[in-house]
């Protein structure tokens, strides 16, 4: 079945570090490729999304790229900064489904420090 | 623009007593889901509903498990009787439609003693 693998966590970067969180998936078809952010003491956000190959999804900083020959979807930041501290979660929907189901992976954290 | 509500925010209860959790999806939503999501792992969907019929429930344990979403709004997520290993975090989220943006409440913790 589909499923999504990220990198374990937790990953410690200082202060303006270039961030990069791996993201693989296994699916049939073309799904919908997704990273939401779980900030503490708050609940799931969509950070990102790209719906088709090669698209680059992108907010506050972030970016991914839909790779489809590699079959991933990582997640970069050229500058962390203390406030992007949370768990991100890589998610996919399976578009041939049709119905939106998310599966996500485990979630990496990210710890930045001053 | 109000989010998605869920209460009790925390539930404590002993193993074989049942639970009930409430979910109030943004105005306007036809798609709403529940989501199970254990300790260190990612969200794993329970059962979805659109408006107040269900889409997929083939991840929902029905032996002890059920939930409903009466005149397509409100839903409530029960578990009767509840086990140790159903402790979680249980979190609804709802989108315009099925291939819309979801958006999630804060999530119920649920700890089975």
């Known amino acids: 079945g589909d499923s999504v693998t990220q990198m374990e966590g937790p990953v410690t970067l200082s202060e303006e570090a270039f961030l990069t969180i791996n993201c693989t998936y296994t699916?049939?078809?073309?799904?919908?490729l997704f990273w939401y952010v779980q900030y503490p003491g708050e609940g799931l956000q969509l950070l990102l999304k790209?719906?088709?190959?090669?698209d680059k999804g992108s907010n506050k900083g972030f970016e991914a790229t839909y790779r489809k020959e590699t079959t991933s979807f990582h997640l970069e930041k050229g500058s962390v900064q203390v406030s992007d501290s949370a768990v991100y979660f890589c998610a996919l929907a399976h578009g041939s489904s049709n119905t939106g189901k998310l599966i996500f992976g485990q979630g990496t954290t990210l710890q930045v420090k001053p | 623009e109000a989010g998605v509500a869920q209460s009790p925010r925390y539930k404590i209860i002993e193993k074989r007593q049942s639970v009930a959790f409430w979910c109030n999806p943004i105005?306007?939503?036809?798609?709403l889901y529940w989501y199970q999501q254990i300790l260190g792992q990612g969200p794993k969907l329970l059962i979805q509903f659109q408006n107040n019929g269900v889409v997929d429930d083939s991840q929902l344990p029905k032996d002890r498990f059920s939930a409903e979403r009466l005149k397509g709004v409100d839903s409530t997520l029960k578990i009767q009787p509840a086990k140790l290993e159903d402790s979680a975090v249980y979190l609804c989220?709802?989108?315009?439609?099925?291939?819309?943006?979801?958006?999630f409440g804060p999530g119920t913790r649920l700890l089975v003693l």
């Open positions: 790209a719906t088709k190959a090669d």
């Open positions: 699916a049939t078809g073309y799904p919908s």
């Open positions: 105005s306007g939503h036809a798609t």
């Open positions: 989220a709802s989108s315009l439609g099925r291939e819309e943006t979801q958006y």
